[in-house]
């Protein structure tokens, strides 16, 4: 993997795995005929955002675990682009939100946002995204030396809160099996980095291959 | 080595008894096109294949706005018994069979009795009601139903001066509903009304959609439509109608007692703890619209609740 093609190869993958779920909205959006977004498309559009981000951030915290478990070093560089895809799809289901969902209604946002705590609970997860987004550059990462790592760890606060936002929408207690999947995978994930903290003292993973490029 | 001597009859050319009433469903629903097709026109807007009701009286009671699509009604629905999912009933419902279909009358009153779907049709005259229908979830559509008020129902079984709330309940088919299997909620699905609440004009037994026979996703063969109260209250594929002295305990009442009362009634002043019921988006407009007080209903309704707290008796 260290051939430089390969990895070109790979990067492409992961951004049109990543950009085609938004592509396929947009292209239902234009098309109203194909009835692809169905009867309700502000719904699925809120609704297939927020699962790409949740799915996304899911994969995201995958990463470590399995370049541990594998072996395969060069996982670690599709850590930040899909950290920042997850994010990307966070923001845009916000967007869905705050401009089509609430339309005509945009005066009782602030108000929602107070009293509805499922939506508090997603809009802290989102804030947490937009906080590691921003210090995700090469920049911010010497800035904070090795405050970096330890505030990039909320990626599993913000996990956590997604998991919470989505399971908290529905109309009954009754919870999806797809949110109790993330619901599982997030939990494993989780406790899988702090068993291995527990066992390695430190947490941190080491490094076979120097630190990524922070080209993303 | 077991030796079997073939049978005359191949097991496959037995017809199942099952097949052979699905044919004369068949018989009977192509009966009714051919009737339908003689008919001058059907309702505007409908594209569904199901067969026509004949000719239906206008009422003063519908609305004048202009219905949603025959898609639209019939391609987002609630209808846990067939999965959680708006789309599920659409793909699902088509294991439902609506006939034979029989609803029982029972418990306080003088001539409680079973009637078959046919007599239930001829009950009273048909009448096209066009509603607004407000769903708890925070989105509304207009539907042009076919039915006649419930009250002509009960006129027949005569309810006694004990008889105080109307149950409904749902079919319960695990066989033919795939989301009964699923504890979702308690099933059978149960809804109520106070029986002077059934007895209002407004409240109807629908028995279709757009003048055809109610497709099964809206709760075929007959369903209860209250448009001044959240769509849950509207009991789908009915199976029998209780008339009881105490409050039922409703399914969604019961799945979530801080969420969902007895009374359901469209309330713009009382949000639903997790979502503001202020707005709602009409399906197939984009900019939310603010909702009505009873749906639009109140002076028709508004009576009913003289003196009651609305934000206790939610």
């Known amino acids: 993997m260290a051939t430089s093609p390969s990895r070109i190869a790979a990067k492409t993958a992961l951004w049109i795995a990543c950009l085609a779920p938004a592509l396929r909205l947009v292209w239902g959006a234009f098309h109203p005929e194909s009835n692809l977004l169905g009867v309700n498309p502000v719904q699925y559009l809120l609704w297939a955002c927020g699962w790409w981000a949740l799915f996304l951030l899911t994969a995201t915290l995958a990463i470590t675990p399995l370049m541990r478990l594998t072996g395969w070093a060069w996982l670690a560089r599709f850590q930040r682009p899909l950290g920042l895809f997850a994010f990307a799809y966070a923001a845009l289901h916000f967007l869905v939100y705050a401009l089509l969902d609430q339309a005509g209604a945009w005066g009782q946002i602030p108000r929602d946002l107070v009293k509805r705590p499922f939506i508090v609970v997603g809009l802290l997860a989102f804030l947490i995204l937009l906080a590691l987004a921003i210090t995700s550059t090469k920049g911010w990462q010497k800035r904070l030396k090795v405050n970096w790592k330890r505030i990039h760890r909320l990626i599993y606060l913000a996990a956590i809160l997604a998991v919470i936002h989505f399971a908290w929408k529905e109309k009954v207690g009754w919870v999806e099996p797809r949110v109790l999947a993330f619901a599982a995978a997030v939990g494993v994930l989780l406790v899988y980095r702090v068993i291995a903290k527990a066992t390695t003292g430190t947490g941190r993973r080491t490094r076979t291959t120097p630190a990524p490029k922070a080209s993303a | ?314």
């Open chain 2, 1 to 314: 080595m077991l030796i079997r001597k073939p049978s005359d009859i191949l097991p496959s050319e037995i017809t199942p008894e099952a097949t052979y009433r699905d044919r004369r469903t068949f018989l009977a629903a192509a009966g009714g096109l051919l009737a339908a097709a003689a008919l001058p026109l059907k309702a505007k807007g409908a594209q569904g294949s199901g067969a026509n009701l004949g000719p239906l009286q206008k009422s003063p009671l519908s609305t004048s706005e202009t219905p949603n699509t025959y898609a639209q009604v019939t391609q987002y629905n609630n209808f846990y018994e067939f999965g959680t999912g708006k789309d599920d009933p659409a793909r699902e419902a088509w294991r439902l069979k609506p006939r034979p279909w029989e609803v029982k009358v029972t418990g306080l009153c003088a001539k409680p009795r079973t009637f078959g779907i046919e007599e239930l049709l001829k009950l009273a005259p048909l009448e096209e009601r066009i509603y607004r229908m407000r769903c708890v979830e925070g989105w509304s559509m207009v539907i042009p139903w076919v039915g006649f008020p419930i009250k002509a129902l009960l006129d027949k079984v005569q309810p006694l001066g004990s008889a105080r709330f109307v149950a409904f309940f749902s079919a319960d088919r695990p066989d033919q509903m795939p989301g009964v299997r699923l504890p979702v909620l308690d099933w059978p699905y149960l809804e109520g009304l106070r029986l002077d609440e059934a007895n209002h004009p407004l409240a109807i037994l629908a028995v279709g959609l757009y003048g055809q026979i109610l497709p099964n996703q809206n709760g075929a063969p007959i369903r209860l439509v209250a448009p001044w109260k959240y769509g849950f209250k509207g009991g789908k594929s009915i199976v029998e109608i209780r008339l009881v002295k105490d409050q039922p305990w409703t399914s969604w009442a019961k799945a979530n007692p801080n969420e969902y009362g007895f009374y359901a009634n469209v309330n713009p002043n009382h949000d639903h703890p997790r979502w503001s019921q202020k707005t709602e988006r009409r399906i197939g407009e984009l900019l939310r619209r603010p909702t009505q007080m009873f749906n639009g209903y109140g002076d028709q309704v508004a009576h009913l609740y003289r003196g009651m707290d609305l934000d206790t008796y939610f």
